[in-house]
């Protein structure tokens, strides 16, 4: 089954459904990698086509090391996705990366472990060894930023993502760590979802939502440490962050 899709658009904590949309359809997509995380919503923008998926399921039951990413980016190519943004939850390390901001990274790098990250991972499967120096795919990069600052949205361009096995939060040591290797953000569902969009030739960006300071950074407190994480602080940036998405989205379709 294939059809015109203008974007697929992957919903991260916070985002589990696309608001606004008109003639709606659902569809429950069979794999020959698994169920994805839930039912598929397809629906206009204006006059453009496009796709939603729940990354963790609309009530949020999956946590991010159990998401079957296979499933996820097969099912939306099969329903004729070509363009892929994923919105992902993410925690900030460098200094303009603090809590409500949005950025569009550049690079990747892979902490996970254990998650099937390849299609070529199925007996029979041609073994691909795609180029993966440059992750997320340049074009749409540039439209989505430029969709940002038509919609008057200040997002960050470029950072390094680091993607990590979760549920759990890193702790000071790692992100010292991921500090040393280069990383701007971490997140726990950045990988391979990339990866795995990039194997079905889809154009992939990332629109990450910073939700709080990773552990260790940020501002001090007055003991010169750094603030301890909030979980109710969280859930308030996401919100906060989350709900300029359709803006962002909507000037992207709007070209």
């Known amino acids: 089954m294939t059809r015109h899709l203008d974007l697929a658009l992957i919903g991260g904590t916070g985002l589990y459904k696309f608001p ?34 729940a990354r ?31 919105v ?29 990250t390849s299609y070529c991972d199925v007996a029979g ?12 795919s340049a074009g749409l990069r540039k439209d989505l930023l430029a969709a940002a600052q038509r919609a008057g949205l200040a997002v960050v361009d470029g950072g390094c993502y680091g993607a990590t096995q979760g549920p759990r939060l890193e702790t000071r040591a790692e992100i010292a760590r991921m500090r040393r290797d280069g990383c701007d953000l971490v997140g726990m569902t950045g990988m391979p979802e990339v990866a795995l969009a990039r194997e079905l030739d889809l154009e992939y960006a990332c629109l990450a939502l910073v939700a709080n300071w990773a552990a260790g950074c940020g501002p001090s407190t007055g003991s010169g440490q750094a603030p301890e994480i909030s979980l109710p602080e969280i859930f308030a940036n996401l919100e906060a962050a989350t709900a300029e998405v359709p803006r962002i989205i909507a000037s992207l379709l709007a070209v």
């Open 20 to 53: 606004g949309l008109t003639h709606v359809e659902r569809h429950a997509v069979d794999t020959p990698y698994g169920a994805p995380s839930d039912s598929i919503v397809t629906g206009n923008v204006g006059s453009r086509r496009i796709a939603f998926l």
């Open 56 to 86: 963790h399921g609309e009530s949020h039951t999956i946590p991010p090391h159990r998401v079957d990413y296979r499933a996820n980016v097969w099912a939306l190519h099969h329903l004729g996705a070509r363009r892929m943004v994923g």
């Open 88 to 116: 992902n939850a993410v925690g900030g390390i460098r200094a303009d990366m603090g809590p409500r901001v949005r950025a569009v990274p550049d690079q990747i790098i892979d902490y996970t472990h254990g998650r099937l």
């Open 125 to 136: 499967a041609e073994v691909r060894h795609i180029d993966f120096s440059e992750p997320y």
